[in-house]
């Protein structure tokens, strides 16, 4: 079968950067006491995909029962950037990430979709010397089912059925629903909360012994 385009997670896909974050964000919040800490860290496990705004919006709303404005937002997405920035540029890849991305890539349009801030994914990116291996880059700027679609309505030659979208998590999963792509999940077997929910998804715990 040809493939029309990829589009990639980044975050436990390409590289093994999750409990990176998921530590940044206890930390964010271990002032509030161990029981916010661990609601946080939970809450950030199911919800793998979802803009970090969104998530602090959830944790003051629900959480800690206080108001939170534009200017809290920025100021702790500035502290978590600061926190996992360097970590997640040093961070393992998941395995066969690279070798993949150099088999496909000139063939292949390979795209990232991330909930990421962009300027923060571009920089990581950028560090990690995976820049040529995409035609786009896409952080939280939009959901990622608004970014598939924007992709999807500019380049027409792109069947949504020969197209695919490896992903770790429940919004990745949805936006391939949404916008009828084929999705394959890099997740552990073990630990994925995707799996949980939707135990029938086809899926690798790597991209070593992938097969389509």
Aim: with cysteine.
């Amino acid at each position: 079968m040809k493939y029309d385009a990829f589009f990639f997670d980044f975050d436990g896909v390409l590289a093994d950067s999750v409990e990176v974050k998921t530590e940044a964000f206890g930390l964010l919040f271990e002032s509030y006491g161990k029981d916010v800490k661990e609601k946080v860290i939970k809450y950030h496990r199911q919800n793998g995909g979802m803009s970090r705004v969104e998530k602090f919006k959830h944790y003051y709303n629900n959480f800690l029962n206080e108001p939170i404005n534009d200017e809290k937002i920025l100021q702790l997405s500035k502290k978590l950037s600061e926190l996992v920035v360097k970590k997640v540029i040093q961070c393992d890849e998941i395995p066969g990430a690279k070798n993949f991305l150099e088999k496909w890539h000139k063939r292949i349009p390979c795209y990232v979709i991330s909930a990421a801030p962009d300027d923060e994914l571009n920089e990581i990116i950028k560090k990690r010397e995976l820049l040529k291996f995409f035609k786009g880059i896409y952080g939280s700027s939009k959901s990622k089912i608004e970014h598939l679609s924007f992709i999807l309505k500019n380049n027409k030659k792109y069947n949504p059925e020969k197209c695919i979208f490896w992903g770790d998590a429940v919004s990745d999963y949805k936006a391939s629903v949404h916008c009828n792509i084929k999705f394959r999940g890099i997740v552990s077997k073990k630990k994925s909360y995707l799996l949980k929910i939707f135990p029938d998804i086809k899926y690798s715990e790597s991209f070593v012994d992938f097969k389509f």
